[in-house]
């Protein structure tokens, strides 16, 4: 192989048919897809959160999770790709994608239902070990706390 051979201007090289720029291309369009999936999946998960609280319900951690998994990663990713396909004339056939069995629809909505299951139990698991802080022993905490510093420094001047 010659050294010729390597370059990018080659004929064999990416650069000579536009391949090169293709991949640039696919490449910037991925990116700025993307980015548009995860803006406009936290819009909608703010006017979520701004409509139920002028509702009156209000927004707690697992809530806000649940929010988020739904709005962003279902409908807004969801979304801007099928607006993706139409703006390239492109239908469902090209990704590959074909109506479920009832036996897959039925997995998936237990994988779903079984992963909020999960998330609760995690929200009510954190919240029970936040509610009993330990308390740090007094010969741990030395010159961490301002109080022990105070009386260390008070019975020295003394």
């Known amino acids: 192989m010659s050294p010729e051979s390597d370059s990018l201007g080659d004929a064999d090289g990416l650069a000579s048919d536009g391949r090169l720029r293709a991949v640039v291309r696919a490449l910037a369009a991925a990116v700025l897809i993307a980015g548009v999936g995860i803006a406009v999946g936290v819009l909608l998960v703010l006017a979520a ?18 929010l988020s998994l739904i709005l962003a990663t279902g409908v807004g990713f969801g979304g801007v790709a099928l607006g993706y396909l139409r703006y390239r004339d492109r239908g469902l056939s090209y990704v590959g994608v074909r109506v479920p069995s009832l036996r897959e629809v039925a997995l998936v909505i237990v994988g779903y239902v079984a992963s909020m299951g999960f998330l609760v139990v995690a929200s009510g698991c954190s919240r029970r070990s936040a509610r009993r802080p330990r308390p740090t022993p007094p010969r741990r905490s030395g010159w961490r706390t301002p109080r022990s510093c105070y009386f260390w420094c008070r019975r020295r001047s003394s």
């Open 49 to 66: 959160v701004v409509t139920l609280g002028r509702v009156g319900v209000g927004v707690t951690p697992l809530l806000s999770i649940v």
